[in-house]
Every structure is written in structure tokens, then in C-alpha cells.
């Protein structure tokens, strides 16, 4: 999956140019992040948040298979019934 690899890049990219700044500072905060972390027993901070990182990627990639999924659903089921509406008339 190069999207999949690509968005794995663009995470880790984004997570090591911020890193320490204000900005992720905030941002982690905002998000839950050290809340999540402190939950989750792990020791090393910057490898739990290159897991959660990869979890999200993941399920927001699943997630748009399955909207693209429904509405192409939605899609075909409209033209169906355009053409039998159409063929009738």
C-alpha cells in the first residue's frame, strides 16, 4: 500500500520536525496524548507515540475505504434507478 507507507512517513516526518516546540507541546496536550500515554504502561514515550501515530493512519485509511465504499454504493443504486425511471418513461 504506498499511501499507507506514505502517510507512515509523513507522520514520523511531522512528528520529528515538531519535536519539543511549543506547537506539539500543545498539541499533545490538546489531544489527550500524555493522558493516553500514562494509561497505556508503556516506558518510552516517543516510541508510544509512533504506535498511536501508525493506529491512527491505519484506521483513518480504513475509514475512508469504507465511505468510499458506501458512497459508491449510494452512487450505483441512484444511477440504477435513474435508468429504470429512464427506460420506462
Known amino acids: 500500500m504506498p499511501d ?11 512528528h520529528y520536525v515538531l519535536r519539543g516546540s511549543e506547537v506539539q507541546e500543545r498539541f499533545l496536550r490538546t489531544e489527550g496524548d500524555y493522558d493516553d500515554f500514562a494509561r497505556s504502561g508503556m516506558s518510552d514515550f ?3 507515540i509512533i504506535a498511536d501515530m501508525f493506529g491512527g493512519v491505519f484506521f483513518h485509511l480504513l475509514l475512508g475505504a469504507v ?10 443504486a441512484l444511477t ?7 427506460a420506462k418513461g
Open 67 to 76: 465511505a468510499a465504499a458506501a458512497l459508491g454504493a449510494v452512487a450505483g
Open 80 to 86: 440504477l434507478g435513474y435508468r429504470r425511471v429512464s
Open 46 to 48: 516517543n516510541t508510544w
Open 4 to 14: 499507507a507507507s506514505l502517510a507512515r512517513r509523513l507522520e514520523r516526518g511531522i
